[in-house]
């Protein structure tokens, strides 16, 4: 009785792993085609979610540190054209 439970148990896992393969593997495609860096990414995510605010506060969301900051304080400096 247990056995078909077990196999249904298995294929989820298994849809899950290649649902999770999949879904890498054309997020890593889209990354290199858009031409821009994890961490420009990373900020335009956050701009998105959280709309206008402070470098400071997004510095912060994204982990960087206040050394990290260009010294005008822009992010200008992470997106390089």
Known sequence: MSKPKFES???I????????????????H???DSDLTFPQLSV?????????QKVSELSLKIGL???NIPGDGSLAGFFII
């Open 30 to 32: 889209l990354m290199q």
């Open 44 to 52: 335009i995510s956050m701009l998105e979610k959280h709309r206008e």
């Open 9 to 11: 148990i298995s294929k």
């Open 65 to 67: 540190s206040g050394r």
């Open 13 to 28: 896992i298994d849809l899950t792993r290649n649902f999770d393969k999949s879904m890498r593997h054309k997020f890593h």
